[in-house]
């Protein structure tokens, strides 16, 4: 049983940024995580990907604006994410791809 704890989210205005950090309560460097948004009524979408080997994968929609790595501790991914537009509001999640294990979310609100 793995838990996955996220954090960083918060209200930030257009154009600024903020970190995402997804701590598990085990080690998952060994895995493939991906973080994932969702807004309401919309299906959950896969925003970035990280392999066990470091190979990244983004939506195009964040592409050059967000970045997804591991922690020096084998138990944490994050998300930076910068030039935050209103369309990047949603709660985000942190998952170990493949299994079941979701964190429980974190909102983050674009808005001025």
């Known amino acids: 049983q793995v838990q996955l704890v996220e954090s960083g989210g918060g209200l930030v205005q257009p154009g600024g940024s903020l970190r995402l950090s997804c701590a598990a309560s085990g080690s998952i460097d060994i895995y493939t995580m991906g973080w994932y948004r969702q807004v309401p009524g919309k299906q959950r979408e896969l925003v970035a990907s990280i392999t066990r080997g470091g190979s990244t994968n983004y939506a195009d929609s964040v592409k050059g604006r967000f970045t997804i790595s591991r922690g020096n501790a084998k138990n944490t991914v994050y998300l930076q994410m910068n030039s935050l537009k209103p369309e990047d509001t949603a709660v985000y999640y942190c998952?170990?791809?493949?299994?079941?294990?979701w964190g429980q979310g974190t909102q983050v609100t674009v808005s001025s």
């Open positions: 998952h170990i791809r493949a299994t079941q294990y």
